[in-house]
């Protein structure tokens, strides 16, 4: 079991900056490929981006590449997601999740664990 607590959201104004932590409870986070998710009301739950156990590698959906960055330390248990140049769509709550594998992949049925949740509002 892996227990997954985020931390960082808050309300930020367009152009501004927020980073995301999520913590994990379990010893062998390295085993886990980590990704950040988001939901906006009314909308499906969406991938942001996603890092290999390693942390050798990293993807981006289309909307933010260029603006985030997602990074994590293995031996804090500990995955990030610095947030850059955000704009008024980027308004959701943003998910950590955990999978048991090597590869971050998009599909969010292919993850195990997730955080509970974190709300980042960007107002125009």
């Known amino acids: 079991q892996v227990q997954l607590v985020e931390s960082g959201g808050g309300l930020v104004q367009a152009g501004g900056s927020l980073r995301l932590s999520c913590a994990a409870s379990r010893r062998t986070f390295s085993n886990y490929a980590m990704a950040w998710f988001r939901q906006a009301p009314g909308k499906e739950r969406e991938f942001v981006a996603g890092?290999?156990?390693?942390?050798?590698?990293?993807y981006y959906a289309d909307s933010v590449k260029g603006r985030f960055t997602i990074s994590r330390d293995n031996a804090k248990n500990t995955v990030y997601l610095q947030m850059n140049s955000l704009k008024p769509e980027d308004t959701a709550v943003y998910y950590c999740?955990?999978?048991?594998?090597?590869?971050?992949?998009?599909?969010?049925?292919?993850?195990?664990?997730w955080g509970q949740g974190t709300q980042v509002t960007v107002s125009s």
């Open positions: 890092i290999r156990w390693s942390g050798g590698s990293s």
């Open positions: 999740a955990a999978r048991n594998g090597v590869i971050a992949t998009m599909d969010v049925y292919e993850y195990d664990y």
